[in-house]
């Protein structure tokens, strides 16, 4: 079976430092062997998660995104942390994507449920955006995701690509090779559905 991840940074700013650590990311899964789609929350421009809305016309835009998910049979997530937590727009994107299209009941999670997360964050604090991360680990268990153990946190991260945006320290970059393997052994060894 040939992994297919979908990779996106909860960053949408140019010069995002946790897009810089995603395309890494996205860069050792390829070699890896896994088939990757790289996309940009930006590109979706979801409006805020409401229940009128979803009820009345649910947004083409969160349709495609939750398509995409279910495409693939995990996520690389490269998470910034937003005063301690998780951004906005990438909780937004998970919000819409719960949500049930196509007759599915409530709690179906089709998007998630089963599916392996890889997560990692890049901050300019000491702790590499370690309390975002840990809340996208909990939303992603909330809704059946399989989050893998291992996670790549990279401090000081405004020092910490050199000019071809690779990472200057070894040991960041060697975790993250590990946590793509992992990311990829653990959807082999599940096979989460795709469709």
């Given at each position: 079976m040939t992994v297919r991840l979908l990779a996106f940074a909860g960053s949408t700013r140019a010069g995002s430092l946790n897009q810089a650590l995603l395309d890494l990311a996205v860069a050792e899964a390829r070699r890896q062997g896994a088939e990757v789609t790289s996309i940009r929350l930006k590109d979706f421009d979801l409006p805020l998660y409401d229940g009128d809305l979803e009820a009345s016309d649910f947004p083409a835009?969160?349709?495609e995104l939750k398509g995409l998910f279910r495409a693939h049979h995990g996520v690389l997530i490269a998470s910034p942390e937003y005063n301690g937590s998780v951004s906005g727009v990438l909780k937004n994107a998970i919000d819409w994507a719960t949500r049930p299209?196509?007759?599915?009941?409530?709690v179906a999670l089709?998007?998630?449920r089963g599916k392996v997360a890889g997560l990692m964050g890049a901050s300019l604090s000491p702790f590499g955006g370690l309390r975002g991360v840990t809340h996208l680990r909990q939303i992603l268990g909330t809704i059946q995701a399989v989050v893998a153990t291992e996670q790549v946190l990279?401090?000081?991260?405004?020092t910490a690509f050199d000019e071809s945006g690779a990472l200057k320290d070894p040991?960041?970059?060697?975790?993250?090779?590990?946590?793509v393997a992992r990311v990829i052994d653990l959807a082999e060894r599940l096979e989460p559905p795709i469709s």
């Open positions: 835009k969160a349709r299209t196509d007759g599915e009941g409530l089709s998007a998630f990279v401090p000081a991260a405004h040991l960041p970059a060697q975790l993250l090779g590990g946590l």
